[in-house]
């Protein structure tokens, strides 16, 4: 059965970094919820670059410095191999922009730290104009298999599409949405049954692992 993964919110918090699933990295980090939506559609604005660009990583917002990584709880060990699903709003201010979406999928430790890459997939159309709208595409993964306790980290770019991107202008991509098929509705599937569990005593809080260091 396939597994839905939406894109999140900071649920109030202070531009990311909300428990769960807390501060897993320097980016502003939300909830990938496995199965459940956020709390009401957030957007964010990324300032373009003057390409050919390898991406340009979506902040959380315009007037903030740190990027968005969607972070999911600890989960059991699976296997991931099959067709993924990317069903992501967005849109780009001008259509000099030339600007479409990229996302990257990690498979990280329960304390944040990177494991490998997973897919690196890009939309490869650009974005519409001003309008948000679903980009919905496949890819095929790296065949992968979590350990219980591991992570997925999601991230979105913007990239070259249709055309070189040019500076000065924006890629918007819009999540947390509450509504089926509605804008904000942002999320990733698995072909593969994903579940949540734990491994607290393999991967311990970073506290944790710096008490036991000093320790010794």
């Known amino acids: 059965m396939a597994t839905t993964f939406y894109l999140g919110d900071d649920l109030g918090g202070a531009d990311g970094d909300t428990t769960p699933p807390g501060n897993l990295s320097s980016d502003s980090d939300l909830l990938l919820g496995l199965g459940v939506k956020g709390t009401g559609v957030d957007t964010s604005s990324t300032d373009t670059v003057t390409g050919p660009t390898s991406g340009v990583q979506c902040k959380i917002r315009a007037s903030q410095t740190s990027p968005i990584s969607w972070w999911s709880n600890t989960l059991t060990g699976v296997t991931i191999s099959g067709t993924i699903t990317f069903n992501i709003w967005g849109a780009e201010n001008s259509m000099s922009a ?119």
Request: net charge negative; hydrophobic share 35%.
């Open 98 to 216: 030339n600007s479409g979406l990229q996302v990257i999928i990690d498979r990280c430790d329960g304390a944040g730290a990177f494991i490998s890459e997973i897919i690196n997939s890009e939309k490869g159309t650009e974005l519409p104009l001003t309008t948000r709208a679903v980009q919905n595409w496949t890819g095929s993964p790296t065949s992968t298999t979590l350990s219980t306790g591991d992570r997925l980290r999601v991230r979105v770019y913007g990239n070259d599409a249709g055309g070189t991107m040019a500076s000065g202008f924006r890629t918007i991509i819009s999540f947390a949405g509450t509504t089926d098929g509605a804008d904000g509705d942002s999320f990733i599937s698995f072909t593969e049954t994903i579940t949540e569990g734990s491994a607290a005593a393999a991967n311990p809080p970073r506290s944790t692992q710096m008490t036991q260091l000093l320790a010794h």
